[in-house]
């Protein structure tokens, strides 16, 4: 498929001080759920996934702690005997002591709702610099760190058939990224950005019933993965970044934690607010320059890793939870789409630390959690075209689990 346009960012130019550009605006998911919870996303690798021989074995985990959340807990013998008894005197039949007993019925064998919020940075955003009046960068240039601030609301569940992930990002910039618009392009107060991810599996042991796709020590379950971005960002870039995942889900059968792979088709539709400036450029003889804006990539291929690895030898409710995602090139970006987008690859790795469990015995309500993320070639954008497109950003923060 041709590429309609470009969401890229645009080259750095000289005498231009401050030029924000984006190809797509991809938080890609927050510090501590784009791994300790996604593994529900990711094929239900644990104890809810379909390849668990026995459904209430053990708690699903989740934010890299093993968690323990059922609707009520059966009861012993005693209490048994007792419900029997009371039934009996007062005339109640005990089948329907027993149905009254029972937990309410729910769609769900696992849900969990979560609010944070961290702070990221040094981040980049490509084509974002600064002029360095000793002229050690490039062409005078240096590129430009952007401090952010993040609210996240988190739901992930498990169902009959599989899991479902929804996240939403209320991200803040510095004044170093400035907000703007058609009229000012460079207001006084910093961007904010609106970020949406679904994310769903459904698991092909559930749907048929068997246990074929789990290979015992190598896989538990194979699914059917699909999901979709969506951003709004108020700069005069405009991104509004429309995209949508399927392919496979790998959960793989680790003796603790989870190690989760999806391999995926990427298609990515946004807009570049910046395209077809003939004012830059110099106009181009035939290019639809009223169409340009509109974006469209071309499909590519997209392989996430999500995982998260319990480290009781610390004596501490601690894990380890990250992610890496690979996205190849999806077609070209720039002004008058003149760049090639590059290999992407992001990595992040947190240390989660249950805080509650710690201090007040009780375990998957209060987390804090501190990581790195790498992020190279940017939304795609090429080094040798593009400034600031490296990113090596210290993550901080704080989850408080609603249910």
């Given at each position: 498929m041709?590429?309609a346009g ?21 938080p890609?998911?927050?510090?501590l759920?784009?791994a ?13 996934g ?16 093993d ?19 009371d039934s009996q ?8 002591a027993?149905v009254?007993a ?14 944070s919020?961290r702070?990221?940075g ?15 960068a490039k062409?005078?240039?240096a590129p430009q760190?952007v ?10 569940d ?15 910039s510095?004044?170093q ?15 904010t ?5 679904y ?6 042991n ?10 015992p020590?190598?896989?538990r379950?194979?699914g059917?993965?699909?999901g979709?971005d969506i ?8 991104s509004?970044?429309r995209?949508g ?12 934690g ?5 391999v ?13 400036a003939g004012?830059i ?6 290019f639809?320059y009223?169409?340009f ?13 999500t995982y ?5 030898f ?9 992610f890496?995602?690979?996205?190849l090139p ?5 002004g008058?789409?003149?760049n ?7 990595s ?9 469990q ?5 375990p998957?309500r209060?987390e804090?959690f501190?990581?790195?993320?790498y ?16 990113e090596?950003?210290?993550?901080a ?7």
């Amino acid at each position: 498929m041709t590429v309609a346009g470009a969401t890229g960012p645009v080259r750095a130019r000289p005498r231009i001080v401050d030029r924000r550009v984006r190809l797509r605006s991809r938080p890609r998911v927050c510090a501590l759920y784009a791994a300790g919870l996604l593994r529900l996303a990711c094929g239900g690798s644990g104890p809810t996934g379909a390849a668990r021989a026995e459904p209430a074995a053990d708690p699903p985990r989740a934010a890299g702690q093993d968690r323990v959340q059922t609707h009520a807990e059966k009861p012993g013998a005693a209490q048994r005997a007792s419900t029997r008894a009371d039934s009996q005197e007062t005339g109640i039949p005990l089948a329907a002591a027993t149905v009254m007993a029972a937990p309410p019925p729910s769609a769900f064998s696992f849900a969990d709702t979560v609010v944070s919020y961290r702070f990221q940075g040094p981040a980049a955003e490509p084509g974002l610099f600064v002029g360095r009046p000793d002229g050690t960068a490039k062409g005078g240039f240096a590129p430009q760190a952007v401090p952010k601030n993040v609210i996240n609301f988190f739901h992930t569940d498990s169902w009959d058939y599989g899991t479902t992930l929804i996240s939403l990002d209320i991200l803040r910039s510095g004044s170093q990224d400035p907000a703007g618009d058609k009229r000012i392009t460079a207001k006084d107060d910093g961007a904010t950005e609106i970020y949406l991810i679904y994310w769903g599996v459904l698991s092909l042991n559930r749907i048929f019933e068997t246990q074929t796709l789990a290979v015992p020590g190598l896989v538990r379950d194979v699914g059917l993965s699909f999901g979709a971005d969506i951003n709004s960002k108020d700069t005069t870039f405009d991104s509004e970044k429309r995209a949508g995942t399927f392919g496979l889900s790998f959960a793989f059968d680790v003796p603790t934690g989870f190690v989760d792979l999806k391999v995926q088709a990427y298609k990515e539709f946004s807009r570049n607010g910046f395209a077809g400036a003939g004012s830059i450029y110099g106009r181009v003889p035939g290019f639809d320059y009223s169409h340009f804006r509109s974006v469209e990539y071309k499909m590519t291929p997209e392989f996430e890793v999500t995982y998260t690895i319990p480290l009781p030898f610390t004596g501490l409710p601690l894990s380890l939870a990250g992610f890496n995602t690979i996205i190849l090139p999806k077609g070209r970006y720039g002004g008058i789409n003149e760049n090639d987008t590059q290999i992407e690859f992001v990595s992040q790795t947190n240390l989660v630390l249950d805080v509650g469990q710690l201090f007040a015995r009780v375990p998957n309500r209060v987390e804090i959690f501190a990581g790195f993320q790498y992020w190279h070639n940017k939304f795609g954008a090429d080094p040798r075209r593009t400034i600031n497109t490296e990113e090596k950003a210290l993550i901080a923060g704080v989850a408080y689990h609603l249910n």
